[in-house]
């Protein structure tokens, strides 16, 4: 079953972060490429608006998602601080492949922590990457804990995109290293005319939708909807409640997503900056996956929540009005992986 959160005075709000713009450290990295951006107007069509485009994340640096724009930043830039120290991370697949794999650019050594619900593939990828993983049979948000303290009693540095008093300074260079995505979508669409009028966003502890925000509330009018697993909605549940809660999690195709609560460092501009939330469901996911596929677009069940999303929304007067859709609205979808970062 759907649920939906919408808070109106979001688009008229405006941040006070300053504005990010790591395009240009990201450019320098060998590899860069802007990453695709597919014009729909089929799924157009099928949604009543205007244009549908979706930013496909499945080829990042060689990396089947988007989480290196962030990783990358963070790492190198803790690494000038401390060379040499050995690099930490928990997750749940693409972040600690992403902190892994800049951890080996750089010549420091990484350790990964993950919960054993993810699978064997995204575990081999992690150790594929030089990395020493430690698989822990603990919920991912206690995995986070776990990684913590290692860091803290043993050495390292923790690279975390999940923000708590007293530790902001990099999961704050893993939401600027996020922008990169936003202006080449900004770029990319401009050369076909156009401008986002929304945007879906894939949420877990909610740094992705931090950097929406520092993006689009500046004024723009662009809506912003979240995105989470319906066994996984710790960011519509806290907005509901107007504070940060708990909420339990389970098994979902949508691993990266399967996050119980909300980054204390997210959680203000989420609050303040999100338009909306919705929840989809694993079959709504699988069958995004499915249509964007036939359509040529490569998106994993994270990625392909976006879609599910967009027709969980325009499928419903009341949201479209919450949302400000018209029949000419464009509609940016994030499809943040490739199916090869989770396969269903």
Partial sequence: MTSWYSNSPARQWVTAAPPADTRAFHEALDGYAPTELVHLPSLAAELGVGHVVVKQENDRFGLPAFK??????????????????????????NHGRAVARMAARLGAPARIFVPSSITVAAQQAITGEGAQLTVLDI???????YARVVAQTEGGILVQDSAWPG???IPGWIVDG????????????AALGLSADLVTVPTGVGALA???????????????VVVEPDGAACVLASLEAGEPVEVPTGMTIMNGLNCGVVSPGA????????DAAITVSDAQSRQAVLD???LGVDSGPCGAASLAAARALCSSAQRRDDA????????????????????M
């Fill in 292 to 294: 964007l596929r036939a």
């Fill in 210 to 224: 931090v950097a929406a925000v520092d993006h689009y509330r500046r004024g723009s009018g662009t809506s912003i």
């Fill in 139 to 145: 919920p991912y948000d206690d995995v986070v804990q």
């Fill in 324 to 343: 400000g859709l018209t029949a000419s609205s464009v509609l940016l979808l994030l499809s943040t992986e490739g199916l090869a970062a989770n396969p």
């Fill in 267 to 274: 959680w203000p501009p989420m609050r303040d900056g999100v």
């Fill in 167 to 169: 530790y902001e300074r």
């Fill in 178 to 189: 996020y922008s990169t995505l936003f202006h080449e979508a900004d770029t990319q669409l």
């Fill in 68 to 93: 290196f724009l962030g990783a990358s930043h963070a790492v190198a830039r803790a690494l000038e601080e401390s060379p040499g120290s050995t690099v930490v991370a928990a997750t749940d697949g």
